[in-house]
C-alpha cells in the first residue's frame, strides 16, 4: 500500500515563501508522474504542478514563475517551493502519484494547509 505524507505548510505573509514536501512509502521512481493539486474552500480540487519519472515538469498558469517542483528519488521525496505566495494560493495542497504497473492506480496525500495572510 503507497502512503503519501505531505509537510511543510502553514502561515504565511503576501510576498513569502513556504516548501512542500510529499514523502511516499518506497520508491517513488515506480511511480509515471507525481504532483501537487490544491483546493480552497467551495473551489474544485486543482492541479498545480506536476513532474514525470523523466523530470518533465508542467504547472498551472496561475503559478508559472513563482512555484517549483522537484524530485529526490533518493530520499523518495517531492517538493514544491512556492515564492512570492499570494492570498489566492490559500488552499489545502494534495500531494498526488500516479502508478501505471500493474494498473492505473491514483494516489493521495491526506493534505497540508497553507494560508497566505498578513
Known amino acids: 500500500q503507497v502512503q503519501l505524507v505531505e509537510s511543510g505548510g502553514g502561515l504565511v505573509q503576501p510576498g513569502g515563501s513556504l516548501r512542500l514536501s510529499c514523502a511516499a512509502s518506497?520508491?517513488?521512481?515506480?511511480?509515471?508522474?507525481m504532483g501537487w493539486y490544491r483546493q480552497a474552500p467551495g473551489k474544485p480540487r486543482e492541479r498545480v504542478a506536476t513532474i514525470t519519472s523523466g523530470d518533465y515538469t508542467n504547472y498551472a498558469d496561475s503559478v508559472k514563475g513563482r512555484f517549483t517542483i522537484s524530485r529526490d528519488n533518493a530520499k523518495n521525496t517531492v517538493y514544491l517551493q512556492m515564492n512570492s505566495l499570494k492570498p489566492e494560493d490559500t488552499a489545502v495542497y494534495y500531494c498526488n502519484a500516479i502508478m501505471l504497473r500493474p494498473a492505473l492506480t491514483d494516489y493521495w496525500g491526506q493534505g497540508t494547509q497553507v494560508t497566505v495572510s498578513s
Open positions: 518506497g520508491s517513488i521512481s515506480r511511480f509515471y508522474t
